[in-house]
């Protein structure tokens, strides 16, 4: 018997590796298919200003996405559950300027920050109650968040620009918790991988899919549906201020209308990652991978020379693409069923 199992054990090893490789490739097959598209655009971008490829660039862009990656990853939690946050970019607009403007009222870096994390809490509140508590349409909810958060950071400071009052303030976005790993890059993983085993491996992370899917039979099956849809909007508007203190921590400066492009990004990035609109769907892998992919188009948009005005519509095109790729992928799937 002994002898049977150990020549059993060489050939079942090999097999369970497949099954889990195969497994592994058919979850993320989506975010494989955007990680090797985002290789070939930076070499296509690479192979016309070779600046592109170089480590110094690489940097530049995981800073300057880092921002974009935090937010749409609470995005993210809010299209799972069927939803949408049009808000985000006004969050994120107001958190940096009621920061600015807390420092130059006195309070340290750290006390002013739990501050503008209090904008996202609050604003993330407003459009869980009234999305699930009210029963509005979250389109209409964050539409009205969206323009009542944008008018407050205007009128915190008039509209003019703040600087940062704590000059140690950029160690948030620069500085090494880990010793040669800057906190920017160590926070979007942290983030990364935190969503993505809530998502994959707890039981209240596969609410999320569920309320998605159908919000009626998640509910039939006793799945808190109005308090899961709370959590994703608080989520969402957390992770948007706490991308607003990521940046005004970079550049050490506040400005009304930072965020103003940033909504359309975030959406951008969650759909790119294989979100759906329509709920049910989606993985933190691909939201980060989404908005990987649009840091880059811009990057290499800037590289060129291209006039930067032509980033929306490559943002679009970019959007539609991965649409129509989801729709056909869809399509053929049902067929075979």
Known sequence: MTGTRAHIAPTEAPATQIRQRESLFSVYRTEIAIALAIVLLALAVGSQVPQALTWGNFANITQAGAPLIIMSLGVLLVVITGGIDLSVGSVFSLTGMVTAQAMANGFGGISASLIGLGVGLVFGSINGFLVTIAGLAPFVVTLITFAVAGSLAFIVTNGRSMPIGDPDFWVLNSGSLIPGVPNYIL???????????????????????????????????????????????????????????????????????????????????????????????????????????????????????????????????????????????????????
């Open 187 to 337: 926070f979007c993983v942290i983030l990364l991988i935190a969503i993505e085993l809530f998502l994959k491996k707890m039981v209240a992370g596969r609410w999320f899919y569920a309320v998605g899917s159908s919000s009626t039979a998640a509910y039939l099956l006793g799945i808190p549906v109005k308090r899961t849809k709370f959590v994703a909007y608080v989520a969402s508007s957390l992770l948007a201020s706490f991308s607003g203190l990521l940046t005004i921590s970079y550049i050490l400066n506040a400005e009304s209308t930072a965020g103003s492009s940033l909504m359309l990004q975030a959406i951008a990035a969650v759909v790119i990652g294989g979100a759906s609109l329509l709920g049910g769907t989606g993985t933190a892998v691909g939201a980060v991978l989404g908005a990987l992919m649009i840091t880059v188009i811009q990057n290499g948009v800037n590289l060129i020379g291209i006039n930067s005005f032509w980033q929306g519509s490559v943002t679009g095109v970019a959007i539609l693409i991965a649409v129509l790729i989801d729709r056909f992928s869809k399509s053929r799937r049902g067929a075979a069923v």
